[in-house]
C-alpha cells in the first residue's frame, strides 16, 4: 500500500506502543515483531489516528518544529507501510 | 564481547503434547512431567527476562494448554508489559478456556495446521485432530486477539500449498506462517520422508508470491525456504545469543531451541543462575558470539555479517563440530553432506511418530505414508514479517523460522 498525501495512516489493529524502560524508549509491538522507535518515529505515530492525512501530520510536526519535516513523515511512514504495521485508514 | 539486551524469549512450557508430528524439532529425549518448572519458577523467569529487556514472550511447548497454569502465567505476563503469545495446536482449547485466556491477556495465539484436509492432515499429526483445530481456530477468531495459523510445510503437503493457504484464508488468520520443515531433532530422523522435491520447491515460490497480493492487507503471508535447497544459510535469529532467549521444560536455558542437540556445550538452568548471568557471562550463550570462533571459510568471508557462518546446531548435527560452516553453504566443502541428502529425496516415506519416552528406534510407531505424486504442486512465498531495524527479525526468505516457533 504505498501512501499519498491523503492517505490516512492508522496503526494496523494488531500493532501497539509502549514505553521500554529498560532501553527507555517508545516500542512498537505486534506479532512476531518489535520496532525500536526514535523519539521522531513515535511523534509520527502518535498522530496516525486514520483521520489524519500524511499532509496533516506533516503540517503539524513542521508547525511544532517551525521546518519543514514533510519529507522525514513521509520517509518514517513508508517504510511502516512496508512493513504493514500501518495501514491506510481512508483505504 | 559485551551483549545487548534480548527482545524475545519462548518459554516451553512443557513436552507433552497430544499431537506425534514426525517433523517435531524438540529434542529426541523429552523432559517428564515432574521436571518441568513450576508455576512460581516460570513467573520468575518472565520477571527477570522482562528486567534483561524483552519484550516478546512465546509460550510454547508440547502443547502449552496441558500446564493448567497457563491463564496464570500470561497473566503474569501481561502484569509486565510483555507481547504474549500462544503457540498451540488448538487441541483443549474449549470456549471456557479461551475465554480465561483472553481476560489473562494474550495477544496474539498461534494455531497449527497440518494440512488442508482431515484425512492427510491426521496422517501427519498421527492422531485425530482436525474437528478440534478448526473449532479452536473459530474461537481465537471470537475474541479477537491476533490470530496466527503455523503450518510446516514438507514433501506430503506441499503440492496442496493453495488450498492450506485458502484454509487460513477462510478461518480468518491475520496472519499465516509456512515454515519449511527444519532438520533438528525428530525432523532430522524422518529427514528422508520429509524433504521435498525440488520441483516441490520452485513452484512454491509462485504459489505464494501470487496469494500475497491476493490477500495483501486481510492476511499477511511469512514463508521459510528449506534452507538445503539455498545456496547460503540462515541467520539463525540474528545471530547466537544476540536477541533471543529459549528456556526448556526443565529450566535449561538455549540461544536457540535446537541448541541441546549441540553435546559440547552445557546449558546453565533458570533454577541455578539469574537470567542475567545465564545471558551475559554463562559459556554457552557466548560460546558463539561474534565471530573470533569462526573457522575458514567463515573467517574471511564477506557474508560473515550476513548469515553469521549459518545455523550452528546445524554445523554441529551434519559435521560434528558447531565451529564449521553451515553445511547449506556453498562456499564450504562440507556442502557435499548437504547435496548427499538431497540425493536421497526420493527414498521411503515412512513417519517415524513420536510418543513420549521413546527414542526413534525404540518401537515407535512406524506408519508407511502414500507415496505423494512428486512434481508440479504448490507452494510457497515469501512476505517479510521481518520488522525491519530492531529484534530477531530475521529475513523470512534465509529460511529461518519466526523467533516463537519451535514446532507447529
Known sequence: MPLTATSRPALWRLARMDFDPVRRRRVLLYPEGTIMLNATAAEILDLCDGERTVADIAATLS???HTDVSQDVTECLSRLADQEVIRDGAG | MAPGNPTTLLAELTHRCPL???????????TRAHRELSTEEWMRVFTEARALGVLQ????????LVRRDLEQLI???TQLGLYSTLVTSGLGLTRPRAARLHDAGIDHIQISIQDAERESAERIAGTRSWDAKMAAAALVKELGVAFTVNVVLHRANLDRLETIIDLAATLGADRLELANTQYYGWAMANRDALMPTRTQVEASEAIVDRAAERY?????????????YAAYPKACYGGWGKHYIMIAPDGRALPCHAASQVTTLTFDRVTEHPLDWIWRESPAFQAFRGDAWMQEPCRSCPRKHVDFGGCRCQAFALTGDATRADPVCIRTDDR???DAALAHVEAGMEYRYRTMGRGPGQGERQVRTDREQPPNGAVVQPLSSAAAGASPAVDPRSGTASPLRTRA
Open chain 1, 63 to 65: 508547525a511544532r518544529y
Open chain 2, 20 to 30: 506425534h508430528c514426525p517433523y517435531c524439532s524438540n529434542p529426541l529425549e523429552l
Open chain 2, 57 to 64: 514472550l512465546g509460550l510454547s511447548g508440547g502443547e502449552p
Open chain 2, 75 to 77: 497473566a503474569h505476563a
Open chain 2, 216 to 228: 495483501r492487507g486481510r492476511m499477511r503471508i511469512i514463508y521459510v525456504l528449506p534452507d538445503y
Open chain 2, 336 to 338: 557435499a553432506i548437504v
